[in-house]
């Protein structure tokens, strides 16, 4: 399992091993303020990131950064 | 005055009917005190007096949990009992689980409050702390002494009405109720005393305890994303418009499972968010913003995943109980794995 959220310290307390830090509360896997392709590009780059860290061997727990 | 009616509850080793060969005795009552039962008549004087015993093997109890309680409550509602008494179970497991459902039916089910006494990590302890006053014991027999007088004098406070003071000060394990009281200083001035007492290495209590969280290890990497089946979770209140199953806005009492077949980009007319902690403007106008189903879509059908799940499972973690949500989590996890998928993106607002 990866977590996609924004508050990671609240991640890390819960117990989240793989952690893809997100945007914002209300959108974490978007931008309202972007133009809406810019928007859907980042929000793939955030899912994209999180099949890496689906796919990477962790030891504990680990934030996906860029 | 008559003296106050207690009934007792304890497995079959304390009832002195045996050991692990007699764990599988079904429930059987005894009049007046019987094994740990002479102790607790001891430290409850003149005051109460345990009318009857009540003896069940510990495998029975948890091989038919709903004969057992209703049998056992049934006993012990025969015996008209001002309170209850259950163990102490110490660290034993099975039997702190019996002490601890037979605390909760009595409580829920005839309105009387229950003493039991276990060890902090007793899983009885966790599961049914809400239900009764479980006094702080050792983890095993030894403890007794210790035990009875404690459980008694509590018991009796119980019986006179006494207010009780903190789990701390009664020496009881916290049932998670928050009382408001009048505090001499307020808030700030306590926080900043804590603070301070913190910085000088000195003792402080935090009013605030954080609830305490599992450790899981962390499972392998899939080790080829292009072939997995990946299903989406969500905390972010992500459901079908109109919130079919009407998921609380805060504190939810459960969790939406939906089909999400052949749904290729969630729109305002399909999909809003339920929660009720953040401003749901962005998720309703595009809930993909939490439950990435576009681009996942798009993944899918480009081979970079082998197929995103047809089921989507949505709550909304909002002041939701932890307790909750670790039950949506094991339902939720064991119907996945059936499924036969291989990840989960777990998408928190």
């Known amino acids: 399992m990866v977590h996609m959220c924004t508050i990671v310290p609240i991640s890390l307390t819960v117990g989240a091993n793989r952690i893809v830090p997100t945007v914002a509360i209300p959108h974490p896997l978007g931008n309202p303020e972007l133009p809406f392709e810019d928007e859907k590009a980042l929000r793939r780059r955030l899912v994209s990131k999180a099949l890496h860290a689906l796919s990477t061997e962790v030891d504990g727990q680990k934030v996906f950064e860029d | ?349």
């Open chain 2, 1 to 349: 005055m008559s003296k106050f009616r207690v009934v007792h509850y304890i497995n079959q080793y304390f009832g002195q009917i045996g050991g692990e060969e007699k764990a599988n005795i079904p429930p059987s009552c005894k009049e007046g005190p019987v094994g740990p039962g002479m102790a607790f008549k001891a430290a409850l004087g003149e005051e109460a007096e345990i009318v009857a015993t009540i003896i069940c093997g510990d495998s029975w109890f948890a091989e038919n949990i709903d004969e057992a309680k209703a049998t056992v409550v049934k006993m012990i509602a025969q015996h008209k009992p001002d309170l209850v008494i259950t163990g102490p179970a110490f660290n034993a497991g099975r039997y702190g689980t019996a002490c601890g459902a037979v605390a909760e039916a009595v409580s829920q089910e005839l309105n009387v409050p229950v003493i039991s006494g276990m060890y902090p990590e007793n899983p009885g302890a966790e599961m049914f702390r809400r239900f009764a006053l479980i006094v702080e014991t050792g983890d095993n027999a030894a403890a007794m002494r210790k035990a009875v007088p404690a459980m008694g004098k509590l018991a009796l406070k119980v019986l006179h009405g006494e207010p009780l003071g903190t789990p701390k000060e009664e020496g009881y394990i916290s049932r998670g109720i928050r009382q408001n009281y009048f505090a001499e200083e307020r808030g700030s001035k306590r926080s900043v005393n804590m603070l301070v007492a913190k910085l000088n290495g000195e003792e402080y209590h935090t009013e605030y305890p954080m609830p305490h969280f599992d450790r899981v290890e962390p499972n392998p990497a899939v080790a080829d994303i292009t072939k997995a089946k990946i299903a989406l979770v969500t905390s972010g209140g992500i459901v079908p418009k109109g919130n079919p199953d009407h998921i609380e806005s805060s504190s939810a009492s459960k969790y939406g499972k939906y089909d999400i077949e052949g749904v290729t980009d969630l729109t305002p007319d399909t999909h809003q968010t339920a929660h009720g902690g953040y401003d749901p403007v962005y998720a309703n106008k595009d809930a993909d913003r939490v439950l990435p189903v576009d681009v996942l879509r798009e993944l899918e059908k480009e081979g970079k995943i082998g197929s995103l799940h047809r089921y989507y499972y949505a709550t909304v973690g909002n002041g939701t109980a932890v307790a909750n949500a670790k039950r949506y989590a094991e339902e939720i996890a064991a119907e996945l794995k059936s499924d036969g998928v291989d990840a989960v993106i777990l998408t928190s607002t």
